[in-house]
């Protein structure tokens, strides 16, 4: 199986940005949709944003769309997230998923393997 790992995330004012990073162990991403999702506290995860295999097509959350960026560096087995005018609505744990194919899904059942998640926090 694969295995992912989440980082960048941590306190910010509101505002301010954040990289997030997916890095991939034991098989490559290069192949696979990659999409990013959140889970506010007492609320249901949500899709964030989505990238295709090879950094043609990607899709973005209308409550996002704008403010962040997703991009991919297959030749280091990475994907990254890219947070930009952050505010406290923005606050919660962010996983990265590995999709099933090349494409990419704003559902979560279409992923095959999840990370743990980062936690991102965004202060009035």
């Known amino acids: 199986q694969v295995q992912l790992v989440e980082s960048g995330g941590g306190l910010v004012q509101a505002g301010g940005s954040l990289r997030l990073s997916c890095s991939a162990s034991?098989?490559?991403?290069?192949?696979?949709?990659v999409g990013w999702f959140r889970q506010a506290p007492g609320k249901e995860r949500e899709f964030v944003a989505a990238?295709?295999?090879?950094?043609?097509?990607?899709y973005y959350a209308d409550s996002v769309k704008g403010r962040c960026s997703i991009s991919r560096d297959n030749a280091k087995n990475a994907v990254y997230l890219q947070m930009y005018n952050l505010g406290p609505e923005d606050t919660a744990v962010y996983y990265c998923?590995?999709?099933?194919?090349?494409?990419?899904?704003?559902?979560?059942?279409?992923?095959?393997?999840w990370g743990q998640g980062t936690q991102v926090t965004v202060s009035s």
């Open positions: 998923a590995k999709g099933r194919t090349r494409g990419w899904s704003t559902a979560g059942t279409s992923y095959a393997y």
């Open positions: 034991g098989r490559t991403l290069s192949n696979y949709g």
């Open positions: 990238i295709n295999y090879s950094d043609t097509s990607t």
